[in-house]
């Protein structure tokens, strides 16, 4: 079965920056429909970026000009380069496949914690 295995969290300042990596046990990040999702505390899990058709990367208007998707297929792995993270950005985040999310499946996630 295929694993997803997201790492990179932290504890980071106001301002400060932090990349995430989800690394896959197969090749499932390679495709479009791949994404970074993140789930803050008493809320909803919300999709923060999302490789859609045509490879065109859409982001949250909360994190639009601050995160940045991107992925290295040779090495089956995505990223998440976050910077100038606010403390509303304290969450755990994911990363997941369409196809994945349908199913319920999620990995354990990394948590974030930006302080003010």
């Known amino acids: 079965q295929v694993q997803l295995v997201e790492s990179g969290g932290g504890l980071v300042q106001a301002g400060g920056s932090l990349r995430l990596s989800c690394a896959a046990s197969?090749?499932?990040?390679?495709?479009?429909?791949v994404g970074w999702y993140r789930q803050a505390p008493g809320k909803q899990r919300e999709r923060v970026a999302f490789?859609?058709?045509?490879?065109?990367?859409n982001y949250a208007d909360s994190v639009k000009g601050r995160f940045t998707f991107s992925r290295d297929n040779a090495k089956n792995t995505v990223y998440l380069q976050m910077n100038s993270l606010k403390p509303d950005d304290t969450a755990v985040y994911f990363c997941?496949?369409?196809?994945?999310?349908?199913?319920?499946?999620w990995g354990q996630g990394t948590q974030v914690t930006v302080s003010s």
């Open positions: 490789v859609g058709s045509g490879g065109i990367t």
């Open positions: 197969g090749g499932i990040l390679s495709s479009n429909g």
């Open positions: 997941n496949t369409m196809s994945r999310v349908a199913l319920g499946l």
